[in-house]
Nanobody, 121 residues
């Protein structure tokens, strides 16, 4: 079964850091791009950052300079290093990946179940 599994969320104080991880498991041909989205209570899900297999990155303006996305292609894993966290960063963070599998060789988007990040003031 193909799935994305996140880890690393939790409670942190303003100015603190957290590192999220997301691993794609199952029989996978490729996963590209991979990324992180977040959804705060009462708000729409928004892009945080994405990264291609070649290392090209894109960030939301609100996190640029504070968050760093990276990936390990051999492990089909994406990371999000979050520094200088603010209360506005409090959200459920979702991993996303466009996976090519034997069942879907043309690829389709998969989502993780989400991990909660809470930043206290």
């Amino acid at each position: 079964q193909v799935q994305l599994v996140e880890s690393g969320g939790g409670l942190v104080q303003t100015g603190g850091s957290l590192r999220l991880s997301c691993a794609a498991s199952g029989t996978i041909f490729s996963v590209n791009p991979m990324g992180w989205y977040r959804q705060a209570p009462g708000k729409q899900r928004e892009l945080v950052a994405t990264i291609t297999s070649g290392g090209s990155t894109k960030y939301a303006g609100s996190v640029k300079g504070r968050f760093t996305i990276s990936r390990d292609n051999a492990k089909n894993t994406v990371y999000l290093q979050m520094n200088s966290l603010k209360p506005d960063d409090t959200s459920v963070y979702y991993c996303n990946g466009h996976l090519r599998t034997p069942q879907r060789p043309s690829g389709m988007d998969y989502w993780g179940k989400g991990t909660l990040v809470t930043v206290s003031s």
